[in-house]
């Protein structure tokens, strides 16, 4: 059984999903191609799993074209660009189709290939072919003369909601069913990311129940359970201090994880004291904020690590499941549900002159009153999505 | 069409129908009537007839083409530059249709407009005064800044009283086919607070449940309609029962799309009236205090809040 990001990898423009714009301008530069002012290269940039070199290929595809294809693993230093990248840029094809060059991944030339960069630069120069580059950072001071030299595309990170549907349209293709809920959670936690998405997709699909299904955050959280491990239960010691150096994640959301499980190991006097240190650690973050004072940071550092430790008396023995901060997503479905509410009084407002603020202030009578007689509904014009709201 | 909307169905349309306002209406009818009306300002509190009373005056200017001829806007939802800059002065800037040789600006609550915006305001109303009126209504005439004052004639709306407030539910009572009785009308009167409008809504929402409007139905509606306090998050801390508390709080300022600083100053003014010892009331309020600081200058309120209940849960447990 192939992976599902290759089954359903898009063959058609059509079947790319959240990208349209930098599909239009791709096209607009291979129209352009051979004129005048055009650039022989374009660099698609951008992170991971939004569609760079899916776009490449179907590309190739939709424009009948030869795709000659190096990525990172293959040897890019000078020697191997000029033995196989150079008779391909200047041979025609074979089957006397165009030819579309595509060099993946191009960060990932390293310092090991030696003389790669310079020689692909000068390729780009004599191609008489369109050259496909892609990128994850194209800020990176080695590829400045790169950047010079092609036009550059920036890919957008896919949003939830087009991801969801892609989640969707893959599952009916799959014959598979997944609560709505679980879905929304993969495309929120995905972060932009849908190879990752379609990857979590066929795990959860594979398993029995996938409504009580948790999944890990991309190689975030491994270490992160081990850290609260370590502070809540361990004693302080110098290793303690500089625990969170070695988890990949921000201090930011690091505090939101101490946050959420404090509780769940501390309480009386740790629980107090534990949260004092929290505060304080959040009242230098503001500090940082309003000041721009950096150094401040070590304070934060320390309450968070060793201080939050240190409340304890004795060393914690016994298993405890620490939770992943929920705080984040309830903010986030409360905005969601807020902004049905905030809709509707809106209409309500415009309608009866008011202000909005005061249609939101006096909702709960507005919306008994809107429920009572469906002709309202029709009088302030909701739609289905409103009307949802308001049963629920 | 006739609105199923109470507040709109039963929306005075006619100056004699406006309840409570006599002398005002006398004098804006007159005015109306000459067809040559100046700026107008309607000051005084909400639901007491500013709105009613624009909205009769432009149906009797302009009758059935008042759509094409009046700008309504809210400024408490827009309350900068703007608003004045694009709406105000696109809308004004052309003719009025008709024989009627000017248009009309409601701008509601315009005591919510910035001192900025006001100013911008000022020069507008004198620049299309050939081809616009405004009406500006507000609930304190103080927060209009004078230039704009001088500019308008100043119409002060009395507060309804009960009588005038029955009157008009009276008549919706008899024509919905509604039985109400003196204790409900009561209570129903307290809730509104004098504000007509709201009182409809209150009349509305109990009738949408039964056609017979008790005290019973008339005071579950209106303390369904109150906000969640913070009292009962401060019980569970007290009660020493830190997960409930903290997941309440987190709950009630979601729902209720309240800020930590009025958490924290509800959490100040409750502290006075929970059952505990006056040394300890003065502890509460000093961690109080301190954390009203902490959010100030801190980053994220709901920890500073959190950091709070965990003190108030140790002081319930009497180790502080």
Known sequence: ?392 | MISSIWTEKYRPSKFYELVGQDEIVKRVESLTNSMNIPHLLFAGPAGTGKSSLALIVVKELYGQNWHENYLELNASDERGINIVREKVKNFARTKSLGKVPFKIIFLDEADALTPEAQQALRRTMENYSSTCRFVLSCNYSSKIIDPIQSRCAIFRFKLLEKKDIEKYLMDIVKRENLTISPESMEIIYEGSEGDCRRATNLLQATASISPNITPELVSTIISNAKPKDIKVVLDYALAGDFQKAREKLLDVMLKESISGQDVIKSIQKEIWNLPVEPELKVKLTEKTGETEFRIVEGSDPFIQLQALLASFVLAGLGKE
Request: glycine residues 4%; proline residues 3%.
């Open chain 1, 1 to 392: 059984m192939s992976p599902w990001v290759e089954r359903h990898r898009p063959k058609y423009f059509s079947e790319v999903k959240g990208q349209d714009e930098a599909i239009y301008k791709i096209r607009r530069f291979l129209e352009e191609f051979n004129s005048e002012k055009s650039k022989k290269a374009i660099v698609l940039h951008g992170s991971p799993g939004i569609g760079k070199t899916t776009i490449a290929h179907v590309i190739a595809k939709e424009t009948d074209s030869e795709l000659f294809e190096l990525n990172a693993s293959d040897f890019r230093d000078k020697k191997r660009l000029e033995e196989i990248l150079k008779p391909a840029i200047e041979q025609k094809s074979l089957l006397n189709k165009n030819k579309i060059i595509l060099v993946d991944e191009v960060d990932g030339i390293s310092s090991t290939d030696r003389g790669g960069l310079p020689e692909l630069l000068s390729l780009i120069e004599t191609s008489t072919f369109p050259i496909l580059i892609t990128a994850n950072d194209i800020w990176d001071s080695k590829l400045s003369p790169l950047r010079k030299k092609s036009e550059l595309i920036q890919l957008k990170e896919i949003d939830y909601k087009t991801i969801k549907d892609v989640l969707i349209w893959i599952l009916r293709k799959e014959k598979h069913f997944i609560d709505n809920e679980v879905l929304t959670k993969i495309a929120i936690q995905a972060k932009g990311d849908l190879r990752a998405a379609i990857n979590d997709l066929q795990t959860i699909s594979e398993m029995q129940d996938s409504s009580k299904v948790t999944f890990d955050e991309r190689n975030k959280e491994v270490d992160i359970f081990n850290a609260m491990k370590l502070i809540f239960k361990g004693r302080a010691t110098e290793s303690t201090l500089k625990l969170f150096d070695s988890v990949n994640m921000s201090i930011d959301e690091i505090i939101l994880w101490i946050e959420e499980n404090i509780p769940m190991e501390y309480s009386g006097k740790e629980l107090a004291r534990a949260y004092e240190l929290l505060s304080k650690t959040d009242l230098f973050k503001g500090r940082i904020y309003k000041q721009q004072y950096w150094r401040f940071l070590v304070y934060e550092n320390i309450f968070l690590s060793y201080g939050i430790s240190s409340v304890k008396k004795n060393a914690k023995t016994g298993f405890t499941t620490y939770k992943r901060p929920t705080r984040i997503l309830k903010i986030w479905m409360n905005n969601q549900r807020t902004a049905k509410k905030k809709s509707i009084a809106i209409k309500y407002a415009e309608y009866c002159h008011i202000a909005q603020k005061r249609a939101m202030k006096e909702f709960p009578i507005i919306k008994q009153i809107i429920n009572s007689n469906p002709s309202i509904s029709k009088e302030l014009k909701l739609d289905n999505e409103e009307l949802e709201y308001l049963r629920g």
